[in-house]
């Protein structure tokens, strides 16, 4: 069964799970649906339509489904959705989407958000990602599975973070991070590839020295970059990663893609 601290309160048509637990003054909104063994410890609101998925465990102070930092907002009652097994520290904040941007800002499974990180309305997050402390993103991004996000980085609206991607502690993040990279400075720049990341998900040598190779040739190799991105075009059957980077860069379309500092820029 279900528990409910006597001082929380639960709106009516809020839907609760069975094994959940509502912590002491808690706060759920009356379009809520909470699925089976969560835990809510404390002081947590949850409002919009929102829906969070069975095993995760939420943290005081934290704000779920709030109204997006929009100006285009006019009080529409839209929706976020938080996959299973995830983790949300204190005083995180995700905000449901726009009517503008589809109406639902989705986070995936298994998700370890640290306190004070924000989701922006209308954002797309993947499985296993980690956001460290107030790691950010604005509205309308779109985060891989397996990524990392330092503490106190940030991704500009309309980013696009591509799968096992780590975002080093203050960056800001202005273009599109391939999948795989490495991103850091001030204002992000490629520094490589996030080869712990991928021997963590059991990358071989062989598709590391493949994917290695692939990555010297387009960020590095001679003429410009267009040329680059046409000849790797060849390689794009060489391995999943590859052709997963490709597909990546065809698909961007808001902002430019971060690329690797120019010799003797200054990060």
């Not at 006597?6 to 959940?20: K, N, S, W």
């Not at 990180?117 to 985060?143: K, M, Y």
């Not at 999948?179 to 963590?200: C, D, E, T, W």
Request: charged share 15%; hydrophobic share 40%; glycine share 14%.
């Amino acid at each position: 069964m279900s528990t409910i601290d006597p001082t929380a309160r639960v709106e009516d048509g809020a839907v609760i799970g069975e094994g959940t637990s509502i912590g002491p003054y808690c706060v759920i909104g009356p379009d809520v649906v909470i699925g089976a063994n969560c835990k809510l410890l404390a002081h947590v609101y949850v409002t919009a339509r929102t829906t969070i998925g069975d095993g995760c465990t939420i943290y005081p102070f934290v704000s779920l489904g709030t109204p997006p930092q929009s100006l285009a907002w006019r009080g529409e009652l839209t929706k976020l959705q938080i996959g299973q097994g995830c983790t949300i520290r204190e005083q995180s904040t995700m905000s449901a989407g726009t009517v503008a941007g589809g109406g639902i800002t989705r986070v995936g499974d298994r998700g370890y958000f640290m306190n004070c990180s924000h989701v922006g309305h209308d954002c797309v997050v993947g499985n296993d990602v980690i956001f460290a402390t107030s790691a950010t993103l604005g509205g309308h991004c779109e985060i891989g599975d397996f990524v990392f996000m330092g503490g106190l980085s940030a991704v500009h609206q309309f980013g696009r973070v591509g799968s096992q991607v780590m975002v080093s502690a203050l960056t800001a993040v202005r273009g599109d991070v391939i999948p795989y990279g490495l991103a850091n400075g001030q204002f992000a720049h490629l520094s490589g590839l996030n080869i712990v990341g991928m021997k963590r998900r059991k990358f071989s040598r062989e598709r590391l020295a493949r994917v290695r190779s692939f990555y010297q040739g387009l960020f590095h190799g001679p003429g410009v970059f267009a040329e680059r991105l046409n000849e790797a075009r060849q390689h794009a059957g060489a391995d999943p990663a590859i052709t997963e980077i490709l597909d990546f860069i065809d698909a961007g379309k808001h902002r430019e893609l971060c690329q690797p500092l120019k010799a003797g820029k200054a990060p």
